[in-house]
């Protein structure tokens, strides 16, 4: 019983099967990974607050995660939307749309970046419209969000849609009987059900927002202060070979993942603890 | 094949499953193995078949040890709860797997895996379903298919988890009842596992009832029904009525009655209990020596059976089943006073509670 | 994403106590489609528009030029590396967590999707730190004449980085929820391991290995932050698709860079059809397991 127990499991194979796993693991995760730290490391305290706290940085994280956040928010009443009406109801279609809802996991981030300019940008389908009417999208920070928007858009749905399909109708019948309206059905028992998915799937939009890249570069405009997002910024130093400042701003950046990990295995657990 | 376990013993975590178990299965016996959930009884037969491995002790297939033989080597058939089938192969390839994974040497000829199958199939009467699939079939239909599974490999030994708990009522007593007849055919030695004292005293040559990991007792099924050996085996077969008292140098006094327990016969003056199934409890209207005073709380027509709740003066509940035709002469009523007479008690010293 | 999509059940109502009025199912179609045309329909006709725009020709000669050829090649290898070495983890890294309990198991789940949650730049630039001029291995690497950063090396690295979870968080959820009574039944009746694992396992999980695998060869091509950190964007020899769409748009021959977007367009079409058809073969196996059980 030292730390398994697979004495009690005859199958084959757990010991090299477990090895290799932590092998190319180490190999490809992890070790990778830590160089990121180590290199941190090496900075001195000063160089390393002053890296990731000089005010194009600031702005820049001011950028992402506002962005990422009204992204997330959009995405979570959106997300709830569509798969109420993925699960509840018939309309033609719906199985296309249904798998339609996993194209942003799907299609490249480049192709989504350089698509969503052209839409957005004064000549494009949607901002020949939108632009005399004095809403720019393109080349602002509305674009990001839109990006963001268009990326972080399965999560919710995803998450939201099992929790509904497995939802026993005999509980909304049960409410029903004891004299809740509809809206009231939804707001006291489907929707507390609900919650913990929807949180989860916020979260994990928020999280994809801050890290993207590629779908929104095209878009941005990508003015220091105003629309340079994070990860942006870390390309900008690499290529003035400020590998110091890059790497610096790299390990907030991947702290920040960390944090939302450990915020979404806590929302998963939280979610489970009606279970039996 | 005899089957010997030597002093097994096993846990998982700080659970013990099984402590210091010994048990001989004769050769060609149909064994039960009795108990509640988590009394070990799965334990013991996956160790057995080497799913799972003991602690300590040893296992001997006929005299020679197997403790550490690898599953695939052990030549047991094993059923399982779920039965396990695998369910993207038809029900011929099922039944032939165990043939088609030989090695290329013993591995028999297509003809002759065919073959085999299909008088497999004929002995499990599913002849015309060969090229189903297990998601196809009724839950009755792949418990024969797992048996003719585990046995189309000529198993030494043929190992059932619970191979009727998965079952409706009416299913389950035909299919036992082949079971039982289909035994009596190929004798190989067989145990099974099973919570349900009505299946074990029915189909099994043997019944060993578990308890928190251990054996309680080990017996023909009338030997296990008609003399329990311990409180807890008379609790686990059948109804039971417990009445407290005292039990001195080989007399027993419970509640007024006065009897001789030979086998407490080195009792000082020690709290006792005496259990009586509640078949066998006589009503009588008139009071007589032995008998208790009770009142009728509540009767209720169970088929051909009256279940009668008395209760004693001192509010003390007794459970009799008596015959239709018994309780109709009695003419009782709720609220009669009648007497109430255990015809065969068994008392234990000790305070072994339910 | 997630397995439990694949338990889908009944829930198509028409009315009674559990449902709305109809007004304002329609209401609410209505705005949950004008979304989804918004964001997903619009976006992907574009893509198809802009490439077609100056016709049938310009559209193929734009896949004609060498410069994307040899993207199209590059993306191809890496692929090619970058799948199977990820479906050999994933289908290994899925046994030993699925079929045994171990400490820390949720622990080494958890480490399995981190790639997921580090944005792609941070994932490109870990391996500049490493294997880079600056990096630990740089000097050494010089000396010795290797190149792995702006080189195929790098990208493929990069590649594998980002799409390492793929194939093992969609086979432990499976793997899982089959259990391993199959497996046990298997080996009673004397198969060997790896007959057990080819004639048991394996059919069981084939939908959900086709899923993994679809997914990350996805990924594989479009990837563009890590990628486009590591490769040094030297034309006609370290571009993949996704980086000669970029540097084309940034060139301004946009039906040209659209004409390239397009096949990656595709292969997200193809991705989701093939992902929806292994998501039905698997929803079907585990409603049959169900039923057994």
Known sequence: MAWSNRKNNVLPGFTPALGYTVFYLSLIVLIPLSALFFKTATLSWDDFLAAVSAPRVLASYRVTFGASLAAAVVNAFFGVLVAWVLVRYRFPGKKLIDALVDLPFALPTAVAGITLASIYSSNGWLGRYLEPSGIKIAFTPLGIVIAMIFIGLPFVVRTVQPVLEELDQEVEEAASCLGAGRWQTFRRVLLP???????????????????????IIFIAG??????????????????????????????????????????????????????? | MSIDIEAVSKTFGS??????VSLKVPSGELVALLGPSGSGKTSLLRIIAGLETPDSGRILFDGVE???RQVKDRQVGFVFQHYALFRHMTVFDNIAFGLTVKPKKERPGKQEIKDKVHSLLKLIQLEQLADRYPGQLSGGQRQ?????RALAVEPQVLLLDEPFGALDAKVRVELRRWLRRLHDEIHVTSVFVTHDQEEALEVADRIVVMNQGQIEQQGTPSEVYDRPATPFVYDFLGNVNLFKGRVHEGTAQ??????????????????????????????????????????????????????????????????????RDEADKLGLKVGDQVFARPRKMRVFVDDYQI | MQVGRVLKKHNQRGGGSTSEPAWVRYLLVTVALIFLALFLLLPLAAVFAQALDK????????????????????????????????????????????????????????????????????????????????????????DHDIKIIFAVPGIILATVFVTFPFVARELIPLMEAQGREEEEAALTLGASGLQTFFRVTFPNIKWG??????????????????????????????????????????????????????????????????KTAAEWKMQQTVTVSEKER
Request: net charge negative.
């Open chain 1, 193 to 215: 059900t609900m919650l913990p998915a929807i949180l989860t799937g916020f979260a994990l939009a928020f999280a994809r927002a801050v890290g993207e890249y590629g779908s």
């Open chain 1, 222 to 276: 990508n003015m220091p202060l105003v629309s340079e997002i994070t990860p942006l910024l870390i390309i900008t130093k690499l290529e003035q070979y400020d590998y110091a400042g890059a790497t610096a701003i790299s390990t907030v950046m991947l702290v920040v993942s960390f944090l939302m990990l450990l915020c979404i295995n806590l929302l998963q657990k939280w979610s489970r603890r009606f279970a039996e």
């Open chain 2, 15 to 20: 659970f013990s499953a099984l402590s210091d």
């Open chain 2, 66 to 68: 197997a403790t550490n």
């Open chain 2, 144 to 148: 024969r298919v797992a048996l003719a």
């Open chain 2, 254 to 323: 419970m509640g007024g009655i006065k009897l001789s327990s030979p086998e407490n016969a080195s009792a000082n003056d020690a709290p006792a209990v005496g259990y009586v199934r509640s078949h066998d409890i006589a009503i009588e209207r008139d009071s007589s020596e032995g008998a208790l005073k009770a009142e009728v709380r509540y009767l209720l027509s169970v088929g051909p059976l009256v279940r009668v709740d008395l209760s004693l003066p001192d509010g003390g509940p007794i459970e009799v089943d008596l015959p």
């Open chain 3, 55 to 142: 016709g049938w020709e310009a559209y193929l000669e734009a896949l004609k030029e060498p410069d994307t050829l040899s993207a199209i090649r590059l993306t191809l290898t890496t692929a090619a590396v970058c799948v199977p070495l990820n479906l050999f983890f994933g289908i290994v890294a899925s046994w030993a967590i699925a079929k045994f309990n171990f400490r820390g198991k949720s622990f080494l789940i958890t480490l399995i999707d981190l790639p997921f949650s580090v944005s792609p730049v941070v994932s490109g630039l870990i391996y500049v730190l490493i294997f880079g001029l600056q990096g630990w291995l740089g000097p050494w690497l010089q």
């Open chain 3, 209 to 274: 290995i086709l899923y993994g695998v679809i997914l990350c060869n996805a990924r594989a091509m479009g990837e563009f932050g890590a990628v486009s950190v590591v490769s040094g964007h030297v034309r006609g020899s370290t571009n993949t698709i996704p980086l000669q769409v970029e540097i084309l748009y940034n060139e301004y021959s946009y039906a040209a860079a659209f004409a390239v977007a397009s096949l990656l367009a595709l292969l997200a079409l193809v991705t989701l059809a093939v």
